[in-house]
């Protein structure tokens, strides 16, 4: 493993780490050390692939004159290991914390913060779906974090399993997960060439896709990183239930969310909700027609957005 910290020469690099016995893959754009007093950090949705932002992170990078670190920490378990590495370094670790679950993965960000970002460094943490979920659950734990902001991009953080397209997957991954694991098993025996030309095809319709993901989409047809993810979803499905009403009150001022105009994983009613409990909040309704999975095809154009919206608040 080698160390986290980049060349400067070359702005991306990405590393694999063990983080509570599990694989984890870490994109970063620009390096974290003590002299940086500010990280931008995103936490995926699901599956948790970072590779997916390459092009958010990318244009965040460059809007900030390369000053600003940007990092994103995949879910354990949600990438493929390079060839000297197991999906699992310590398997009674990853079982004790169960660390494919919601809750794991909470804990595995915790833990990665701690091991790999110095403790005075102020952050920016950007959530996408099931990530803002992710990012309450760890102000909650953690109130020590020196988070400056917090940006909700889609977020998933209530009642999931009743929304439109929850009531479609719930069964799915959650009664049926084992046969849902074999299709994606016998995908996973494809030659690479194949599922390239497989990924293509299924993505070919989506108009401006941003040819980056291909390769992580590749990448989740290896099989154990779609079981996980499923694994991960299922959870999801039963543990997403009530807004965290208290945690979201006390750190008001610091967070920004962004709900989809027509998402089927939370819903405008869900918008419209949360804008009149908290009427001081900062909640914004998408007016430019992006998707829940934005990533596809509007990486840039989101993360432009972000930069308007997070600009004041960082500390470069």
Wanted: some cysteine; proline content about 5%.
């Amino acid at each position: 493993m080698g160390s986290l910290e980049s060349d400067h020469t070359d702005p991306l690099s990405t590393e694999f780490v063990y983080c509570n016995g599990a694989i984890t893959e870490v994109l970063k754009y620009g390096s974290c050390k003590t002299r940086h007093d500010t990280l931008i950090l995103v936490i995926p949705g699901n599956p948790g692939v970072v590779g997916f932002y390459t092009t958010f992170m990318q244009t965040l990078h460059q809007a900030f004159n390369y000053r600003v670190p940007v990092w994103a920490v995949s879910h354990a378990g949600h990438c493929e290991p390079p060839d000297h590495m197991d999906m699992v370094e310590d398997s009674s670790l990853a079982a004790e914390l169960d660390v494919f679950g919601i809750n794991g993965q909470i804990e595995h960000k915790l833990t990665f913060l701690r091991k790999h970002v110095p403790r005075e460094t102020h952050l920016v943490l950007i959530g996408h779906s099931i990530g803002c979920y992710i990012i309450l659950e760890m102000m909650k734990r953690n109130p020590e974090l020196k988070v400056l902001k917090a940006v909700m991009l889609f977020p998933t953080i209530e009642r999931m399993a009743q929304t439109p397209q929850g009531r479609v997957v719930t069964p799915v991954i959650c009664q049926l997960r084992y046969v849902a694991y074999f299709p994606v098993f016998l995908l996973s025996l494809l030659p690479e060439s194949l599922k390239h030309g497989l990924v293509r095809l299924v993505l070919g319709g989506i108009g401006s896709l941003d040819r980056t993901i291909i390769q992580p989409t590749v990448g989740l047809l290896s099989g154990d990183c779609a079981a996980n993810a499923m694994y991960m979803g299922g959870q999801e499905m039963k543990k997403v239930l009530d807004r965290d009403n208290a945690t979201i009150k006390k750190h008001l001022h610091k967070l920004i969310f962004y709900y989809g105009a027509a998402d089927h994983w939370c819903p405008v009613e869900y918008y419209n909700d949360i804008k009149r409990d908290f009427p001081d909040g900062d909640f914004r309704l998408c007016e430019s027609g992006f998707c829940h999975a934005f990533v596809l095809n509007a990486g840039a154009e989101v993360a432009k957005m972000v930069v308007k919206w997070i600009s004041r608040d960082l500390r470069t």
